[in-house]
């Protein structure tokens, strides 16, 4: 695999949130969103085998937990991708996936937890979401609205009525986009949009769904890479 970097870290989102993690980034992605903060792997990273992977992984975490794919859109590498996940389930680990939901989910093994994003129309991606990956989800997976805007908000609200993603078990996230370029303090003059007022705006429409923040945003200086 196309591999960025392999670092141990707390895991900064979804219900997992604080958690120890290994990270495993590869390398590339497709889509452009507009406030990414990982445009460093679109090119490059370092041809590693699985073997080379999962050994990194054991030496991070020999005691098992929590190891997430990540990227970049890891699923662009899906054949290599899906053998990992199943070596590293075997080896005992907790597996989460974040993928960006545009490429097709059904080869993923079902233990793995997938955190899945809906990208809005503010990201600049808004559409790319294969709507056949909502047969895919298991209650153990999360699907994940990144809002910069009221119209992102709105256009997820509606996407969680209309799918009826409340009733599906899985879990729903919203969380407010952070800008690409913060930098110095650690706080959420960085969110583009004020998590107050999403959290407001969800209690008013009596949204079932979790208000995440990027913890790892406001632990450590947030244009640090590696965390
Ligand atoms: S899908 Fe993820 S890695 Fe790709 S551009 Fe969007 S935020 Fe960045």
């Not at 590498?77 to 974040?98: I, K, N, S």
């Not at 808004?126 to 805007?149: M, W, Y």
């Not at 609200?157 to 952070?178: C, T």
């Not at 959290?199 to 590696?226: T, V, Y």
Request: glycine residues 10%; negative net charge; aromatic residues 8%.
């Amino acid at each position: 695999m196309q591999i960025i970097e392999i670092y141990k870290s707390l895991q900064g989102e979804s219900s997992y949130a604080g958690l120890p993690c290994v990270f495993v980034r590869a390398a590339g992605c497709n889509l452009r969103c507009v406030w990414c903060d990982s445009e460093y792997t679109f090119k490059g990273g370092k041809c590693m085998t699985l073997d080379e992977i999962e050994s990194e992984v054991r030496r991070l975490s020999p005691d098992g937990g929590l190891v997430e794919i990540t990227g970049g859109e890891p699923m662009l590498q899906e054949a290599q991708v899906v053998e990992l996940m199943d070596r590293l389930l075997a080896a005992g680990y907790t597996v989460l996936l974040e993928t960006s939901g545009e490429r097709l989910l059904d080869k993923v093994p079902k233990p793995v937890v997938k955190v899945v994003d809906v990208k809005c129309p503010n990201s600049g991606e808004g559409g790319t979401f294969r709507v056949e990956n909502l047969q895919h989800l298991t209650p153990r997976d999360e699907v994940k609205f990144v809002i910069a805007s009221r119209t992102d908000y709105e256009f997820a609200r509606e996407f969680i009525r209309e799918h009826g993603l409340n009733g599906k078990g899985s879990s729903v996230i919203l969380s407010p986009a952070f800008r690409k370029d913060a930098s110095g303090s650690r706080d959420t003059s960085h969110c583009m949009l004020d998590p107050c007022d999403l959290a407001e705006w969800m209690l008013a429409d009596g949204l079932n769904a979790r208000l995440g923040l990027q913890i790892h945003k406001f632990i450590w200086e947030p244009s640090l890479k590696g965390v």
